[in-house]
Protein backbone atom coordinates (compact mmCIF):
# COMPACT_ATOMS: atom_id res chain seq x y z
CA UNK A 1 0.00 0.00 0.00
CA UNK A 2 2.79 2.56 0.41
CA UNK A 3 4.19 1.40 -2.54
CA UNK A 4 0.87 2.74 -4.25
CA UNK A 5 0.77 5.77 -2.78
CA UNK A 6 4.85 6.92 -3.56
CA UNK A 7 3.71 5.99 -7.44
CA UNK A 8 0.35 7.79 -7.02
CA UNK A 9 1.12 10.51 -9.49
CA UNK A 10 3.34 8.17 -11.29
CA UNK A 11 3.31 7.91 -14.95
CA UNK A 12 4.56 4.08 -15.08
CA UNK A 13 2.22 3.12 -17.34
CA UNK A 14 1.01 3.53 -21.45
CA UNK A 15 -1.46 5.94 -22.27
CA UNK A 16 -4.31 5.87 -23.77
CA UNK A 17 -3.23 8.07 -26.82
CA UNK A 18 -1.05 4.94 -28.12
CA UNK A 19 -3.59 2.64 -27.52
CA UNK A 20 -6.16 4.24 -29.70
CA UNK A 21 -3.66 4.83 -32.01
CA UNK A 22 -5.93 6.83 -34.03
CA UNK A 23 -6.00 11.02 -33.52
CA UNK A 24 -10.03 11.21 -34.46
CA UNK A 25 -10.92 8.81 -31.82
CA UNK A 26 -8.67 10.38 -29.24
CA UNK A 27 -9.95 13.23 -29.85
CA UNK A 28 -13.48 12.13 -29.83
CA UNK A 29 -13.06 10.55 -26.72
CA UNK A 30 -10.78 14.06 -25.12
CA UNK A 31 -13.62 16.12 -26.27
CA UNK A 32 -16.74 14.07 -25.00
CA UNK A 33 -15.10 13.56 -21.36
CA UNK A 34 -14.47 17.67 -21.29
CA UNK A 35 -17.64 18.32 -21.94
CA UNK A 36 -19.22 15.95 -19.73
CA UNK A 37 -16.80 17.40 -17.07
CA UNK A 38 -18.00 20.50 -17.79
CA UNK A 39 -21.62 20.25 -17.57
CA UNK A 40 -21.13 18.08 -14.48
CA UNK A 41 -19.52 20.70 -12.69
CA UNK A 42 -21.97 23.72 -14.36
CA UNK A 43 -24.63 21.58 -12.57
CA UNK A 44 -23.09 20.70 -9.21
CA UNK A 45 -21.98 24.74 -8.43
CA UNK A 46 -26.06 25.67 -9.71
CA UNK A 47 -27.17 22.83 -7.17
CA UNK A 48 -24.24 24.36 -4.33
CA UNK A 49 -25.88 28.10 -5.26
CA UNK A 50 -29.85 27.04 -5.01
CA UNK A 51 -29.11 25.45 -1.96
CA UNK A 52 -27.03 28.32 -0.10
CA UNK A 53 -29.50 30.42 -1.51
CA UNK A 54 -33.03 28.97 -0.75
CA UNK A 55 -32.23 27.96 3.09
CA UNK A 56 -35.80 26.87 3.56
CA UNK A 57 -35.67 23.94 0.75
CA UNK A 58 -36.85 20.89 1.44
CA UNK A 59 -34.51 18.34 1.35
CA UNK A 60 -32.02 20.60 1.32
CA UNK A 61 -29.43 17.61 2.28
CA UNK A 62 -30.09 15.45 -0.60
CA UNK A 63 -28.98 18.54 -3.09
CA UNK A 64 -25.78 18.75 -1.39
CA UNK A 65 -24.71 15.07 -2.04
CA UNK A 66 -26.50 14.90 -5.25
CA UNK A 67 -24.37 17.82 -5.65
CA UNK A 68 -21.31 16.18 -4.67
CA UNK A 69 -22.01 13.50 -6.16
CA UNK A 70 -22.46 15.21 -9.49
CA UNK A 71 -19.00 17.06 -8.09
CA UNK A 72 -17.01 14.15 -8.32
CA UNK A 73 -18.75 12.50 -11.86
CA UNK A 74 -17.27 15.48 -13.00
CA UNK A 75 -13.80 15.15 -12.12
CA UNK A 76 -13.91 11.62 -12.81
CA UNK A 77 -14.40 12.58 -16.48
CA UNK A 78 -12.37 15.45 -16.30
CA UNK A 79 -9.42 12.99 -15.31
CA UNK A 80 -10.32 10.53 -18.34
CA UNK A 81 -9.46 13.68 -20.32
CA UNK A 82 -5.86 13.87 -18.71
CA UNK A 83 -5.18 10.81 -18.90
CA UNK A 84 -5.16 9.94 -22.72
CA UNK A 85 -1.94 11.54 -22.52
CA UNK A 86 -0.75 11.46 -18.74
CA UNK A 87 -1.02 7.95 -17.51
CA UNK A 88 -1.80 8.53 -13.89
CA UNK A 89 -4.16 5.86 -13.23
CA UNK A 90 -3.47 5.12 -9.96
CA UNK A 91 -4.53 8.78 -8.72
CA UNK A 92 -7.62 8.12 -11.50
CA UNK A 93 -8.82 5.22 -9.37
CA UNK A 94 -8.85 7.05 -6.07
CA UNK A 95 -10.78 10.00 -7.63
CA UNK A 96 -13.10 7.24 -9.31
CA UNK A 97 -13.08 5.61 -5.80
CA UNK A 98 -14.31 8.50 -3.73
CA UNK A 99 -17.03 9.45 -6.60
CA UNK A 100 -18.41 5.72 -5.75
CA UNK A 101 -18.25 6.70 -1.85
CA UNK A 102 -20.36 9.77 -2.47
CA UNK A 103 -22.90 8.01 -5.13
CA UNK A 104 -23.76 4.98 -3.06
CA UNK A 105 -24.83 6.74 0.05
CA UNK A 106 -26.82 9.23 -2.36
CA UNK A 107 -28.52 6.24 -3.80
CA UNK A 108 -29.50 4.99 -0.62
CA UNK A 109 -30.67 8.41 0.90
CA UNK A 110 -32.51 9.06 -2.19
CA UNK A 111 -34.57 5.36 -2.41
CA UNK A 112 -35.81 6.38 0.69
CA UNK A 113 -36.78 9.66 -0.04
CA UNK A 114 -38.57 8.70 -2.49
CA UNK A 115 -41.89 7.91 -0.72
CA UNK A 116 -41.38 11.59 1.09
CA UNK A 117 -40.69 12.80 -2.68
CA UNK A 118 -44.23 11.21 -4.21
CA UNK A 119 -46.04 12.80 -1.02
CA UNK A 120 -44.85 15.93 -2.17
CA UNK A 121 -47.81 17.93 -4.27
CA UNK A 122 -48.14 17.87 -7.87
CA UNK A 123 -47.82 20.70 -10.36
CA UNK A 124 -51.52 21.55 -10.63
CA UNK A 125 -52.23 20.57 -7.03
CA UNK A 126 -49.28 23.72 -6.30
CA UNK A 127 -51.18 25.77 -9.20
CA UNK A 128 -54.24 25.09 -7.54
CA UNK A 129 -53.06 25.16 -4.13
CA UNK A 130 -51.52 29.01 -5.16
CA UNK A 131 -54.44 30.26 -6.80
CA UNK A 132 -56.47 29.58 -3.82
CA UNK A 133 -53.84 30.92 -1.60
CA UNK A 134 -54.06 33.99 -3.87
CA UNK A 135 -58.04 34.63 -4.01
CA UNK A 136 -57.14 34.01 0.31
CA UNK A 137 -54.29 36.77 0.08
CA UNK A 138 -57.05 38.79 -1.63
CA UNK A 139 -59.32 38.17 0.74
CA UNK A 140 -57.06 38.97 3.29
CA UNK A 141 -55.77 42.48 1.89
CA UNK A 142 -59.55 43.05 1.35
CA UNK A 143 -60.11 42.63 4.82
CA UNK A 144 -56.51 44.35 5.91
CA UNK A 145 -57.48 47.22 4.18
CA UNK A 146 -60.98 47.52 6.13
CA UNK A 147 -59.23 46.86 9.10
CA UNK A 148 -57.04 49.29 8.43
CA UNK A 149 -60.16 52.20 7.75
CA UNK A 150 -62.00 51.29 10.57
CA UNK A 151 -58.59 51.13 12.89
CA UNK A 152 -57.63 54.66 11.31
CA UNK A 153 -61.14 55.94 12.08
CA UNK A 154 -61.33 53.94 15.55
CA UNK A 155 -58.10 55.51 16.41
CA UNK A 156 -59.57 58.94 15.44
CA UNK A 157 -62.43 58.69 17.70
CA UNK A 158 -60.27 57.56 20.45
CA UNK A 159 -57.20 59.90 19.92
CA UNK A 160 -60.63 62.97 19.92
CA UNK A 161 -61.50 61.09 23.16
CA UNK A 162 -58.09 61.23 24.76
CA UNK A 163 -58.06 64.87 23.93
CA UNK A 164 -61.61 65.56 24.79
CA UNK A 165 -60.60 63.47 28.14
CA UNK A 166 -57.03 65.28 28.37
CA UNK A 167 -59.07 68.59 28.43
CA UNK A 168 -61.15 67.36 31.07
CA UNK A 169 -58.67 66.16 33.02
CA UNK A 170 -56.64 69.13 32.61
CA UNK A 171 -60.23 71.40 33.51
CA UNK A 172 -60.59 69.19 36.38
CA UNK A 173 -57.49 69.12 37.77
CA UNK A 174 -56.90 73.31 37.50
CA UNK A 175 -60.88 73.53 39.25
CA UNK A 176 -59.36 71.09 42.21
CA UNK A 177 -56.01 73.43 42.26
CA UNK A 178 -58.04 76.23 42.15
CA UNK A 179 -60.95 75.22 44.59
CA UNK A 180 -58.20 73.54 46.65
CA UNK A 181 -56.54 77.26 46.81
CA UNK A 182 -60.03 78.61 47.53
CA UNK A 183 -60.66 78.56 51.69
CA UNK A 184 -63.13 75.81 51.14
CA UNK A 185 -64.34 73.96 54.22
CA UNK A 186 -66.38 70.57 54.73
CA UNK A 187 -68.00 70.21 58.34
CA UNK A 188 -70.32 67.72 59.93
CA UNK A 189 -73.54 69.60 60.99
CA UNK A 190 -72.11 69.13 64.31
CA UNK A 191 -69.32 71.21 63.09
CA UNK A 192 -66.41 68.88 63.12
CA UNK A 193 -64.27 69.68 60.32
CA UNK A 194 -64.21 67.41 57.76
CA UNK A 195 -62.12 68.95 54.76
CA UNK A 196 -60.00 71.45 55.15
CA UNK A 197 -58.37 73.03 51.61
CA UNK A 198 -54.91 74.53 51.05
CA UNK A 199 -56.35 77.85 50.72
CA UNK A 200 -57.78 77.43 54.11
CA UNK A 201 -54.58 76.51 55.44
CA UNK A 202 -52.85 79.29 53.71
CA UNK A 203 -55.32 82.13 54.80
CA UNK A 204 -55.95 80.80 58.51
CA UNK A 205 -52.72 79.57 59.39
CA UNK A 206 -53.54 75.74 60.75
CA UNK A 207 -52.46 72.68 58.24
CA UNK A 208 -55.08 70.04 57.38
CA UNK A 209 -53.74 67.53 60.13
CA UNK A 210 -54.25 70.07 62.58
CA UNK A 211 -57.52 71.40 61.38
CA UNK A 212 -59.39 67.89 60.65
CA UNK A 213 -61.25 66.79 63.76
CA UNK A 214 -61.54 70.04 64.91
CA UNK A 215 -64.77 72.13 65.52
CA UNK A 216 -64.83 74.76 63.14
CA UNK A 217 -66.38 77.45 65.02
CA UNK A 218 -64.45 76.88 68.36
CA UNK A 219 -60.89 76.60 66.22
CA UNK A 220 -61.36 79.95 64.68
CA UNK A 221 -63.27 81.84 67.37
CA UNK A 222 -66.21 82.55 64.52
CA UNK A 223 -68.08 85.81 65.99
CA UNK A 224 -71.60 85.48 64.06
CA UNK A 225 -73.76 88.44 63.05
CA UNK A 226 -76.83 86.00 64.78
CA UNK A 227 -76.48 83.06 66.98
CA UNK A 228 -75.12 79.86 65.88
CA UNK A 229 -78.51 78.26 66.54
CA UNK A 230 -80.15 80.64 64.28
CA UNK A 231 -77.84 80.51 61.87
CA UNK A 232 -78.65 76.45 61.87
CA UNK A 233 -81.74 76.85 61.70
CA UNK A 234 -81.84 79.07 59.03
CA UNK A 235 -79.43 76.88 56.89
CA UNK A 236 -81.83 73.89 57.69
CA UNK A 237 -84.69 75.55 56.42
CA UNK A 238 -82.78 77.35 53.10
CA UNK A 239 -80.27 74.97 52.72
CA UNK A 240 -77.88 77.69 51.74
CA UNK A 241 -76.65 80.75 54.00
CA UNK A 242 -74.30 83.30 53.51
CA UNK A 243 -73.24 86.36 55.48
CA UNK A 244 -70.17 88.25 57.12
CA UNK A 245 -67.93 86.28 59.67
CA UNK A 246 -64.84 87.58 61.91
CA UNK A 247 -62.69 85.21 62.71
CA UNK A 248 -59.07 84.75 64.00
CA UNK A 249 -56.27 83.11 62.54
CA UNK A 250 -53.76 80.89 63.99
CA UNK A 251 -52.04 83.73 65.15
CA UNK A 252 -54.06 85.51 66.70
CA UNK A 253 -55.33 88.00 63.92
CA UNK A 254 -58.68 89.06 63.13
CA UNK A 255 -60.31 88.93 60.19
CA UNK A 256 -63.25 89.47 58.73
CA UNK A 257 -64.81 87.20 55.45
CA UNK A 258 -67.87 86.82 53.62
CA UNK A 259 -69.05 83.07 54.07
CA UNK A 260 -71.21 81.52 51.76
CA UNK A 261 -72.47 77.53 53.28
CA UNK A 262 -74.63 74.67 51.40
CA UNK A 263 -76.25 72.42 53.28
CA UNK A 264 -75.38 68.11 52.09
CA UNK A 265 -78.27 65.99 53.26
CA UNK A 266 -77.65 62.07 54.46
CA UNK A 267 -79.70 59.51 52.58
CA UNK A 268 -82.57 60.02 55.21
CA UNK A 269 -83.07 63.77 54.40
CA UNK A 270 -81.49 64.38 57.79
CA UNK A 271 -78.55 67.20 57.58
CA UNK A 272 -75.56 65.14 57.33
CA UNK A 273 -72.39 67.82 56.34
CA UNK A 274 -72.33 71.38 55.03
CA UNK A 275 -70.02 73.05 52.64
CA UNK A 276 -68.46 76.49 53.41
CA UNK A 277 -66.53 79.06 50.96
CA UNK A 278 -65.43 82.14 52.21
CA UNK A 279 -63.57 85.03 51.19
CA UNK A 280 -61.21 87.70 52.74
CA UNK A 281 -62.98 91.12 53.56
CA UNK A 282 -60.90 92.54 55.54
CA UNK A 283 -59.69 95.19 53.54
CA UNK A 284 -63.51 95.88 52.28
CA UNK A 285 -64.28 96.28 56.12
CA UNK A 286 -60.86 98.50 56.77
CA UNK A 287 -61.93 100.58 53.45
CA UNK A 288 -65.66 100.87 55.55
CA UNK A 289 -64.01 101.81 58.45
CA UNK A 290 -61.94 104.37 57.27
CA UNK A 291 -64.66 105.79 54.98
CA UNK A 292 -67.10 106.39 58.42
CA UNK A 293 -64.17 107.63 59.98
CA UNK A 294 -63.45 109.71 56.59
CA UNK A 295 -67.15 110.92 57.28
CA UNK A 296 -67.23 111.34 60.49
CA UNK A 297 -63.60 113.35 59.70
CA UNK A 298 -65.62 115.51 57.04
CA UNK A 299 -68.45 116.57 58.83
CA UNK A 300 -66.23 117.60 61.90
CA UNK A 301 -64.66 120.13 59.43
CA UNK A 302 -67.44 121.11 57.63
CA UNK A 303 -69.01 121.93 60.77
CA UNK A 304 -66.01 123.43 62.06
CA UNK A 305 -64.37 125.18 59.18
CA UNK A 306 -63.37 128.28 59.23
CA UNK A 307 -65.34 129.40 56.08
CA UNK A 308 -68.95 129.68 56.18
CA UNK A 309 -70.40 126.57 53.93
CA UNK A 310 -73.58 125.99 52.60
CA UNK A 311 -75.37 123.89 49.77
CA UNK A 312 -77.33 124.56 47.32
CA UNK A 313 -80.19 122.46 44.84
CA UNK A 314 -80.63 123.42 41.21
CA UNK A 315 -83.51 125.42 41.93
CA UNK A 316 -81.35 127.80 44.29
CA UNK A 317 -82.93 126.50 47.99
CA UNK A 318 -80.05 126.31 50.56
CA UNK A 319 -79.68 122.23 51.74
CA UNK A 320 -77.34 122.47 54.40
CA UNK A 321 -75.18 125.29 56.22
CA UNK A 322 -72.33 124.82 58.86
CA UNK A 323 -71.94 126.65 61.92
CA UNK A 324 -70.10 129.44 60.39
CA UNK A 325 -72.75 130.16 58.16
CA UNK A 326 -74.75 130.91 61.37
CA UNK A 327 -72.40 133.16 62.72
CA UNK A 328 -71.60 135.14 59.60
CA UNK A 329 -75.64 135.83 58.62
CA UNK A 330 -76.93 135.75 62.12
CA UNK A 331 -79.44 132.83 61.10
CA UNK A 332 -80.42 129.95 62.98
CA UNK A 333 -79.55 126.30 60.74
CA UNK A 334 -83.68 125.39 60.36
CA UNK A 335 -84.16 128.85 59.28
CA UNK A 336 -82.08 128.50 56.53
CA UNK A 337 -82.83 125.83 55.73
CA UNK A 338 -85.09 125.38 52.06
CA UNK A 339 -84.82 128.90 52.00
CA UNK A 340 -83.83 130.65 48.45
CA UNK A 341 -80.26 131.60 48.25
CA UNK A 342 -81.21 135.35 47.65
CA UNK A 343 -82.22 135.91 51.19
CA UNK A 344 -78.94 136.30 52.42
CA UNK A 345 -77.89 139.14 49.45
CA UNK A 346 -78.77 142.55 49.92
CA UNK A 347 -81.97 143.72 47.84
CA UNK A 348 -79.66 145.24 45.27
CA UNK A 349 -78.02 142.19 44.57
CA UNK A 350 -81.16 139.38 44.47
CA UNK A 351 -82.10 140.37 40.86
CA UNK A 352 -78.99 140.44 39.31
CA UNK A 353 -78.18 136.99 41.34
CA UNK A 354 -81.10 135.31 39.38
CA UNK A 355 -79.71 136.60 36.09
CA UNK A 356 -76.40 134.40 37.34
CA UNK A 357 -77.61 131.71 38.62
CA UNK A 358 -79.14 130.57 35.36
CA UNK A 359 -75.75 131.20 33.44
CA UNK A 360 -74.10 128.84 36.56
CA UNK A 361 -76.47 126.48 36.01
CA UNK A 362 -76.22 126.35 31.91
CA UNK A 363 -71.90 125.72 32.81
CA UNK A 364 -71.70 124.35 36.19
CA UNK A 365 -68.42 124.07 37.59
CA UNK A 366 -65.74 125.89 39.97
CA UNK A 367 -64.87 129.35 40.23
CA UNK A 368 -65.24 132.16 41.94
CA UNK A 369 -68.24 134.01 42.18
CA UNK A 370 -68.60 137.65 40.87
CA UNK A 371 -65.21 137.60 39.41
CA UNK A 372 -64.07 141.32 39.69
CA UNK A 373 -67.24 142.79 41.31
CA UNK A 374 -67.09 143.49 44.90
CA UNK A 375 -69.51 141.23 46.31
CA UNK A 376 -71.71 141.84 49.73
CA UNK A 377 -73.49 139.86 51.86
CA UNK A 378 -76.79 140.75 54.31
CA UNK A 379 -77.19 139.50 57.81
CA UNK A 380 -80.63 139.04 59.75
CA UNK A 381 -80.53 142.27 61.36
CA UNK A 382 -80.17 143.80 57.93
CA UNK A 383 -77.02 144.80 58.08
CA UNK A 384 -74.04 143.97 54.49
CA UNK A 385 -70.64 143.24 55.05
CA UNK A 386 -68.38 142.37 51.90
CA UNK A 387 -67.63 138.90 51.23
CA UNK A 388 -65.33 136.24 48.81
CA UNK A 389 -67.38 133.33 47.72
CA UNK A 390 -65.68 130.41 45.68
CA UNK A 391 -68.54 127.54 43.94
CA UNK A 392 -68.16 124.28 42.95
CA UNK A 393 -70.72 121.97 41.73
CA UNK A 394 -71.24 118.31 43.20
CA UNK A 395 -72.75 116.18 40.36
CA UNK A 396 -75.66 113.77 42.78
CA UNK A 397 -78.36 111.49 40.33
CA UNK A 398 -79.85 113.44 37.74
CA UNK A 399 -79.13 116.85 38.66
CA UNK A 400 -76.78 117.66 41.85
CA UNK A 401 -75.66 120.24 44.18
CA UNK A 402 -73.60 123.49 44.65
CA UNK A 403 -71.42 124.32 47.34
CA UNK A 404 -69.97 127.92 48.02
CA UNK A 405 -67.81 128.49 50.44
CA UNK A 406 -68.64 132.00 52.32
CA UNK A 407 -65.76 134.06 53.91
CA UNK A 408 -66.22 137.28 55.44
CA UNK A 409 -63.13 139.84 54.01
CA UNK A 410 -64.01 142.51 56.01
CA UNK A 411 -60.57 142.23 57.90
CA UNK A 412 -58.97 141.98 54.72
CA UNK A 413 -59.79 144.87 53.20
CA UNK A 414 -59.59 147.31 56.09
CA UNK A 415 -55.51 145.30 55.33
CA UNK A 416 -56.10 146.53 52.20
CA UNK A 417 -56.70 150.05 52.42
CA UNK A 418 -53.94 150.26 55.59
CA UNK A 419 -51.39 148.54 53.06
CA UNK A 420 -52.35 151.31 49.46
CA UNK A 421 -52.11 153.99 52.68
CA UNK A 422 -48.81 152.54 53.16
CA UNK A 423 -47.53 152.76 49.71
CA UNK A 424 -48.64 155.61 48.95
CA UNK A 425 -46.09 156.95 51.84
CA UNK A 426 -43.16 154.76 50.74
CA UNK A 427 -43.52 155.87 47.14
CA UNK A 428 -43.69 159.51 48.33
CA UNK A 429 -40.73 158.67 50.63
CA UNK A 430 -38.88 156.81 47.91
CA UNK A 431 -39.83 159.77 45.41
CA UNK A 432 -37.89 162.36 48.00
CA UNK A 433 -34.96 160.03 48.25
CA UNK A 434 -34.50 159.76 44.93
CA UNK A 435 -34.42 163.34 44.11
CA UNK A 436 -31.83 163.38 47.17
CA UNK A 437 -29.85 160.88 45.61
CA UNK A 438 -29.90 162.68 41.97
CA UNK A 439 -29.00 165.87 43.67
CA UNK A 440 -25.91 163.96 45.59
CA UNK A 441 -24.72 162.92 42.27
CA UNK A 442 -25.23 166.25 40.72
CA UNK A 443 -23.74 167.75 43.43
CA UNK A 444 -20.77 165.23 43.67
CA UNK A 445 -20.11 165.51 39.76
CA UNK A 446 -20.13 169.28 40.08
CA UNK A 447 -17.25 168.89 42.79
CA UNK A 448 -14.92 167.07 40.76
CA UNK A 449 -15.55 169.42 37.62
CA UNK A 450 -14.54 172.03 39.78
CA UNK A 451 -11.48 169.67 41.38
CA UNK A 452 -10.30 168.79 37.74
CA UNK A 453 -10.73 172.43 36.50
CA UNK A 454 -8.11 173.51 39.08
CA UNK A 455 -5.98 170.89 38.42
CA UNK A 456 -6.21 172.07 34.54
CA UNK A 457 -5.43 175.50 35.85
CA UNK A 458 -2.37 174.06 38.01
CA UNK A 459 -0.79 172.39 35.41
CA UNK A 460 -1.69 175.66 32.42
CA UNK A 461 0.21 177.51 35.13
CA UNK A 462 2.89 175.71 35.62
CA UNK A 463 3.41 175.35 31.91
CA UNK A 464 5.34 172.50 30.20
CA UNK A 465 7.20 169.81 32.27
CA UNK A 466 6.39 166.33 34.03
CA UNK A 467 4.74 168.43 37.32
CA UNK A 468 2.36 169.68 34.44
CA UNK A 469 2.02 166.56 33.00
CA UNK A 470 1.16 164.39 35.96
CA UNK A 471 -1.28 167.18 36.95
CA UNK A 472 -3.11 166.75 33.67
CA UNK A 473 -3.26 162.96 34.19
CA UNK A 474 -4.95 163.26 37.58
CA UNK A 475 -7.47 165.82 35.84
CA UNK A 476 -8.29 163.26 33.71
CA UNK A 477 -8.88 160.71 36.55
CA UNK A 478 -10.95 163.21 38.13
CA UNK A 479 -13.15 163.71 35.22
CA UNK A 480 -13.27 159.88 34.32
CA UNK A 481 -15.01 159.26 37.80
CA UNK A 482 -17.09 162.16 37.12
CA UNK A 483 -18.46 161.22 33.82
CA UNK A 484 -20.17 158.34 35.81
CA UNK A 485 -22.15 160.35 38.81
CA UNK A 486 -22.79 162.53 35.21
CA UNK A 487 -23.93 159.29 33.71
CA UNK A 488 -26.17 158.38 37.13
CA UNK A 489 -27.70 161.66 37.16
CA UNK A 490 -28.84 161.71 33.36
CA UNK A 491 -29.97 158.45 33.08
CA UNK A 492 -32.34 158.63 36.39
CA UNK A 493 -30.84 154.33 37.39
CA UNK A 494 -29.11 155.72 40.57
CA UNK A 495 -27.55 152.54 41.17
CA UNK A 496 -26.28 150.83 38.14
CA UNK A 497 -24.01 152.24 35.01
CA UNK A 498 -24.33 151.22 31.50
CA UNK A 499 -20.84 150.67 31.06
CA UNK A 500 -21.15 150.32 26.76
CA UNK A 501 -22.34 153.90 26.89
CA UNK A 502 -19.65 154.80 29.02
CA UNK A 503 -16.46 153.24 27.65
CA UNK A 504 -17.84 155.20 24.10
CA UNK A 505 -18.50 158.88 25.95
CA UNK A 506 -15.12 158.34 27.78
CA UNK A 507 -12.98 157.18 24.84
CA UNK A 508 -14.39 160.10 22.76
CA UNK A 509 -12.90 162.91 25.06
CA UNK A 510 -9.90 160.91 25.82
CA UNK A 511 -9.28 161.07 21.80
CA UNK A 512 -9.88 164.90 22.16
CA UNK A 513 -7.61 165.50 25.06
CA UNK A 514 -4.76 163.46 24.36
CA UNK A 515 -4.84 162.85 20.54
CA UNK A 516 -6.19 165.73 18.70
CA UNK A 517 -4.06 165.84 15.79
CA UNK A 518 -3.44 162.11 15.17
CA UNK A 519 -5.13 160.04 12.38
CA UNK A 520 -6.05 157.61 15.19
CA UNK A 521 -9.52 155.87 15.16
CA UNK A 522 -10.78 154.67 18.71
CA UNK A 523 -14.01 151.60 18.21
CA UNK A 524 -15.81 150.11 21.18
CA UNK A 525 -16.94 146.71 20.66
CA UNK A 526 -19.55 145.97 23.65
CA UNK A 527 -22.48 144.50 24.36
CA UNK A 528 -24.81 146.58 26.29
CA UNK A 529 -24.23 145.87 30.29
CA UNK A 530 -24.92 147.37 33.71
CA UNK A 531 -22.29 147.88 36.53
CA UNK A 532 -22.72 148.83 39.56
CA UNK A 533 -21.34 152.07 41.26
CA UNK A 534 -19.02 150.14 42.95
CA UNK A 535 -17.66 148.33 40.30
CA UNK A 536 -18.30 150.88 37.43
CA UNK A 537 -15.61 153.42 39.29
CA UNK A 538 -12.99 151.93 39.32
CA UNK A 539 -13.56 149.61 35.90
CA UNK A 540 -13.70 153.70 34.74
CA UNK A 541 -10.48 154.56 35.94
CA UNK A 542 -8.47 151.80 34.58
CA UNK A 543 -10.63 152.28 31.06
CA UNK A 544 -8.96 155.58 31.19
CA UNK A 545 -5.60 154.56 32.13
CA UNK A 546 -5.42 152.12 29.31
CA UNK A 547 -7.26 154.07 26.86
CA UNK A 548 -4.20 156.60 27.97
CA UNK A 549 -1.44 155.25 27.73
CA UNK A 550 -2.50 154.07 24.32
CA UNK A 551 -3.29 157.40 22.64
CA UNK A 552 -0.07 159.20 24.59
CA UNK A 553 2.28 155.94 23.10
CA UNK A 554 0.84 153.88 21.17
CA UNK A 555 1.49 155.93 17.92
CA UNK A 556 5.00 157.62 18.37
CA UNK A 557 6.01 160.79 15.57
CA UNK A 558 1.86 161.41 15.22
CA UNK A 559 1.52 157.96 13.04
CA UNK A 560 -1.88 156.89 12.79
CA UNK A 561 -3.71 153.44 14.19
CA UNK A 562 -6.33 151.75 15.47
CA UNK A 563 -7.49 151.49 18.79
CA UNK A 564 -10.09 148.73 20.13
CA UNK A 565 -12.15 148.69 23.46
CA UNK A 566 -13.76 145.14 23.58
CA UNK A 567 -16.50 144.33 26.08
CA UNK A 568 -17.58 140.85 26.20
CA UNK A 569 -18.94 137.91 28.58
CA UNK A 570 -16.65 135.37 28.20
CA UNK A 571 -18.32 133.17 30.47
CA UNK A 572 -21.35 133.25 32.72
CA UNK A 573 -20.66 135.88 35.93
CA UNK A 574 -17.72 137.11 34.19
CA UNK A 575 -16.64 140.71 32.30
CA UNK A 576 -13.63 141.12 30.45
CA UNK A 577 -12.86 144.58 29.32
CA UNK A 578 -9.68 144.51 26.56
CA UNK A 579 -7.80 147.90 25.20
CA UNK A 580 -5.53 146.75 22.49
CA UNK A 581 -3.73 148.93 20.06
CA UNK A 582 -1.99 148.29 16.76
CA UNK A 583 0.82 150.36 17.33
CA UNK A 584 4.35 149.95 18.11
CA UNK A 585 4.08 147.79 20.98
CA UNK A 586 5.47 147.63 24.37
CA UNK A 587 9.91 146.08 24.62
CA UNK A 588 9.83 143.06 25.60
CA UNK A 589 12.01 143.95 28.53
CA UNK A 590 9.50 145.85 29.87
CA UNK A 591 8.13 144.51 33.13
CA UNK A 592 4.81 146.01 33.27
CA UNK A 593 3.75 144.38 36.79
CA UNK A 594 6.81 146.62 38.06
CA UNK A 595 6.91 149.70 36.41
CA UNK A 596 7.50 152.87 38.11
CA UNK A 597 4.18 154.61 36.25
CA UNK A 598 1.56 155.43 38.87
CA UNK A 599 -1.03 154.59 35.71
CA UNK A 600 -0.06 151.42 35.55
CA UNK A 601 0.25 150.59 39.87
CA UNK A 602 -3.55 152.22 40.04
CA UNK A 603 -4.73 149.51 36.88
CA UNK A 604 -3.00 146.73 39.07
CA UNK A 605 -4.35 147.94 42.83
CA UNK A 606 -8.15 148.88 41.26
CA UNK A 607 -8.51 145.18 39.21
CA UNK A 608 -7.31 143.25 42.50
CA UNK A 609 -10.23 145.82 44.27
CA UNK A 610 -12.84 144.46 42.17
CA UNK A 611 -11.34 140.89 41.98
CA UNK A 612 -10.42 141.21 38.93
CA UNK A 613 -7.20 139.85 36.39
CA UNK A 614 -5.46 141.94 34.38
CA UNK A 615 -3.32 140.24 31.17
CA UNK A 616 -0.73 141.82 28.75
CA UNK A 617 -0.60 140.56 25.10
CA UNK A 618 2.27 141.93 22.77
CA UNK A 619 1.29 140.53 19.45
CA UNK A 620 0.87 143.15 16.43
CA UNK A 621 0.70 145.61 19.35
CA UNK A 622 -0.12 145.83 22.89
CA UNK A 623 -3.53 144.28 24.08
CA UNK A 624 -4.30 144.38 27.87
CA UNK A 625 -7.12 142.34 28.75
CA UNK A 626 -9.21 143.33 32.24
CA UNK A 627 -11.41 140.15 33.21
CA UNK A 628 -13.66 140.28 36.67
CA UNK A 629 -16.44 138.65 38.13
CA UNK A 630 -19.98 140.35 37.50
CA UNK A 631 -23.76 139.37 38.15
CA UNK A 632 -26.84 139.84 36.51
CA UNK A 633 -29.42 141.98 37.41
CA UNK A 634 -33.37 141.39 36.68
CA UNK A 635 -33.93 144.36 33.42
CA UNK A 636 -30.74 143.52 32.43
CA UNK A 637 -30.00 144.33 28.20
CA UNK A 638 -29.68 142.32 26.09
CA UNK A 639 -26.40 140.63 24.39
CA UNK A 640 -26.29 142.11 21.47
CA UNK A 641 -22.82 143.71 20.53
CA UNK A 642 -23.01 147.54 19.64
CA UNK A 643 -19.57 148.80 17.41
CA UNK A 644 -19.24 152.10 18.16
CA UNK A 645 -16.21 154.31 16.41
CA UNK A 646 -14.53 157.75 17.18
CA UNK A 647 -12.14 159.36 14.48
CA UNK A 648 -10.34 162.14 14.57
Known amino acids: MHEFFRKLFGTDFAAHVYCLREPAVVWLHAASDAAIAAAYLAIAIALLALVRQRRDLAFRWMFLLFGLFILACGITHAFAVWTLWYPVYRLEGVVKTLTALISIPTAILLIRLMPEALALPSQAQLREEVTARRGMENEVRHLNTELEKRVIERTGELEKSRIDLDVNTAR ?7 LDMAQLIVRRFDGEIAFWSQGASDFYGWSKEEAIGQIGHRLMQTEFPVSLTTVERDLSANVTWAGELKRRRRNGAPVWVASYWVLIRGRNGAPDSVVEISNDISAL ?3 EEALRASESKARALFENAAQGILTASTDGRIVTANAMVEKLFGYDRGELLGQLVEV ?7 DGHKGRHAEYEAQRGTRPMGLGRDLRARRKDGSEFPVEVSLSFIPEGRDGIAVAFVSDISPR ?6 AAAMVRRLEAAL ?3 TVLLQEVHHRVKNNLAVIASLLGMQADAIGDGPASRYLMESRQRVHSMALIHEHLYGIGNLKRVRLDEYAEKLASELQISWSPLADITVRVEAEPLELSVEQAIPC ?10 ALKYAFPNHRGGQIVVEIARPKAGFIAVTVRDDGAGLPEEFDWRNAKSLGLKIVQ ?11 LRRAGGTAFELTFPFEDEPGEPGSQTGVREARV
Open 344 to 350: LLPESMR
Open 431 to 433: AEK
Open 172 to 178: LSELTAA
Open 285 to 287: KAT
Open 605 to 615: ILARQIGGVIE
Open 540 to 549: GLILNELLSN
Open 413 to 418: EQSRRE
